[in-house]
Every structure is written in structure tokens, then in C-alpha cells.
């Protein structure tokens, strides 16, 4: 794709794949010989379809997952500050008839009554506790994969010295531009930054542009 000069700052330039479609035939036709003559395969192992699918799975289930442990939490607190307060007040109360008494045997009888509250305060409030913990599992039942007879075309953008790559795809049954997998989160987007606008862009990314989730 042969690149407008940019008149725009490169961080918001976004790759409009609307106007990429009608290139895409150009696009295609002057795909390099280099990257015709060693193609990557485009069929995924299914170990790794599945290990894709379990990230989307876990990503997906973890929100639900903390929505409902905050949840949890904040039952848990309200509880277990009641239950504080109303040991705070048994213990101050028997507290006050032990000092209130001069008879030998009753203060006896009341500190060893102090002491099991103590220990009865800790017993329930540690089963408090462990009732409001919430614990979760998501598990993957199944992932389909289609397979679909698709053009790939490497865009190439220019700006100033730098170039850019990224791969299309045309998808041949849909007669469309497929929106591009994400390297980092693998969602599909019909929009992307490139990735070295991320504050940490991370290592060994394998293409140059991200969706717009990683850019501030
Ligand atoms: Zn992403």
C-alpha cells in the first residue's frame, strides 16, 4: 500500500481498513516475492487454537470472577464489624463486673469466662472469613476452528524513514477485509495503532500495529 504522506501526528494515525479495501487487490498483487516464495502457515496447530481459546476464556471469566469476590468482600466486612462490636461489648461488659467485684472466686470465674470470649471471637471470626471466600473455576469445553480460503496481503506504511508491516487478510467467501487479530490480546479489530505508540511495547511483538485497547 503505497502510503500518504502523513499530515497528522503519527500517535493517532489509524489504519482504516475501509480504505485499505480497495487497494487490497493492489495490495495483494505486489505482495513481495520473498514473503510468496516462504509463506507462514496459516493453519494453527490445535494445542494452539486451544491455548488461545483458554486466554480468552480465563480473560473473559476473571471480571465475573472479581465482581464477585468484591461482592463477597464487602458482606464479609460488614459482617465480621458486627460481630467485632458485639464482642467489643461482651468482653467490656464482663470487663467491668470482674473489676467491680471483690469476691475471689467470681473474678476467677469472670477472667476465665473473658478468656473463652477471646477465644470464641477469634474461632468465629476466622470461620466468617473463609465462609464469604469465593472460590472459582472455568474450564474449556470445546473450540471450533473454521477454515476459510482467505488472501493474505502485507500493507506496508510509510512514514518519515520508518516502515511499517502488517498482514490482511481478504477473506474470500465474505468478499471482506478481515478486521486484524490484535498480537498482544487477540481480539480482532477494524482499527489499529502502531505499537510503538504503547508506553512498553512488549518484546519480540510479531507485527508492528496493536488495537487501540494498549494505547493510551
Ligand atoms: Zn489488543
Do not use: W
Amino acid at each position: 500500500m503505497a502510503a500518504e504522506p502523513f499530515t497528522t501526528d503519527f500517535k493517532v494515525y489509524l489504519m482504516d481498513l475501509a480504505a485499505a479495501a480497495g487497494g487490497v487487490a493492489d495490495a495483494a498483487s505486489a505482495a513481495d516475492a520473498q514473503t510468496l516464495a516462504h509463506p507462514r502457515p496459516l493453519l494453527h496447530p490445535y494445542s494452539e487454537v486451544a491455548a488461545v481459546a483458554a486466554g480468552i476464556l480465563e480473560e473473559s471469566a476473571l471480571p465475573q470472577h472479581m465482581g464477585y469476590q468484591r461482592q463477597a468482600a464487602l458482606y464479609c466486612r460488614q459482617e465480621l464489624s458486627k460481630l467485632l462490636r458485639y464482642y467489643h461489648e461482651t468482653i467490656g461488659q464482663l470487663k467491668s463486673r470482674e473489676e467491680s467485684t471483690t469476691d475471689a472466686d467470681r473474678r476467677r470465674r469472670l477472667a476465665a469466662k473473658i478468656q473463652a470470649t477471646l477465644a470464641e471471637k477469634e474461632r468465629r471470626s476466622v470461620d466468617l472469613i473463609e465462609r464469604y471466600r469465593v472460590h472459582a473455576s472455568a474450564r474449556l469445553d470445546s473450540a471450533a476452528v473454521r477454515i476459510m480460503p482467505k488472501v493474505r496481503a502485507r500493507l506496508q506504511v510509510q512514514h518519515m524513514r520508518e516502515t511499517l508491516h502488517q498482514d490482511v487478510f481478504y477473506n474470500l467467501a465474505s468478499s471482506s477485509i478481515e478486521p486484524i487479530a490484535c498480537p498482544v490480546c487477540h481480539r480482532r479489530s477494524a482499527v489499529m495503532y502502531p505499537a510503538n505508540t504503547m508506553a512498553k511495547p512488549p518484546e519480540n511483538l510479531e507485527t508492528d500495529f496493536v488495537c487501540p485497547r494498549h494505547v493510551d
